[in-house]
C-alpha cells in the first residue's frame, strides 16, 4: 500500500497532545482512541490491541543519548512498560536496534525481548531464545585500517560489532566527521565492495549493504505473534528510515523522535523521555 502523509485537516490524528508534525502512515484512520492529558506526551488508547505490533529502537528513542555508548542509563519504569506492553499485546513488541542483541539485553535486563541487532546483522526471533548472525564477520584487515585512520582524532571511540564497526565521533574535534567520512569512504571503496557507510548521530558505522533495520522489521512482523499486525515503529536517526519505510508497507506508523537528525517540526515525539511516558501511559492503558 502506498503511504501518505496524514495531519493538520487532512485526516484524523492518531494522538492527542503529542507533536502535530506530520504523520508517515498507510490507509487513512489510524484506530487508535485518545483522551487529552493538558500535556504533549499524552498516551493513546489502542482501540484494538490486536491489530498492532510494537518496534523500537534504543539510544535516542526509549534511552536518552549519551556521550559513549556504555555511558547510557536505562530510566526507571522503562523495563516494567516494555514487560507490560508485550503481555498486553501478546509477545508483539520487538527492538530494532544497532547495538549487539548482547548489549540490548543487559541495558533492558531481565526482559530478552525479539530482537533485531546492528541494524539487522542479529536477529533473536523469539523472547530469550538463540541469537542469529545475518551477516559475515568484518575481514581483521579492514578493522584494523579502520583503526589505524582513527588514530589521528583524540576523542574518537571505536566499537567493533562482529559485522560491524561503529566510528564515534561525539567526544572529537568538529572537523573529526567530515574528514574520517571521507576516509571511510575511500577506503571502502578501494577494499570492500559489500560494504557501506551509514550516517548516525555523531557516528559512522561500517555494515553490510544488504541488511537494514527495515529488512529486519520485515523479518520481525513474517513471525507467528506479529503476522497481520500493523507495526508502530518508533526511532530517531537515519538507519531508522528503512523501518519506517517498512512499516508502512506493512499497513503501519513510523514516529519519529526529535533529535540530531529529525526537527521537532518534522517529530511526533521532542525526545526520549516523552516516548517513554508515552509507553508507560499505553501500557497501563492496556493493562487496565
Sequence with gaps: MR?????????????????????????????WRSKPHGRRGSCMHL???????????????????????????????????????????????AVVTGRRIAEADRLLAPLKPIAAGV????????????????????PVSLMAAVTDLCRDWPGVLLEPKRSSMAVHYRA???????????????LLESTADHLILCHGRKVLEVVPKDISKGAALQSIAALAAFRSRRPIMIGDDISDETAFDAAVRLDGVALRVAGEHFAKERAQFENPAQVRRWLAELAQRLGA
Design 119 to 138: 541494524h539487522g546483522a542479529e536477529l533473536r526471533a523469539t523472547a530469550g531464545g538463540d541469537i542469529a548472525s545475518c551477516a559475515e564477520p568484518l
Design 47 to 93: 482501540e484494538r490491541p490486536s491489530e498492532w505490533a510494537l518496534f523500537l529502537d534504543l539510544d535516542g528513542t526509549v534511552i536518552d543519548i549519551a556521550p559513549t555508548p556504555d555511558g547510557v542509563q536505562v530510566a526507571s519504569g522503562l523495563v516494567e512498560s516494555l514487560s507490560l506492553l508485550t503481555r498486553e499485546l501478546d509477545g508483539a513488541v
Design 172 to 186: 572529537a574535534a568538529p572537523a573529526a566527521g567530515p574528514a574520517l567520512e571521507q576516509a571511510l569512504q575511500r
Design 3 to 31: 503511504s501518505r502523509l496524514l495531519g493538520g485537516s487532512a485526516g484524523p490524528e492518531p494522538w492527542s497532545g503529542l507533536s502535530r508534525a506530520p504523520l508517515q502512515a498507510a490507509g487513512g484512520a489510524i484506530g
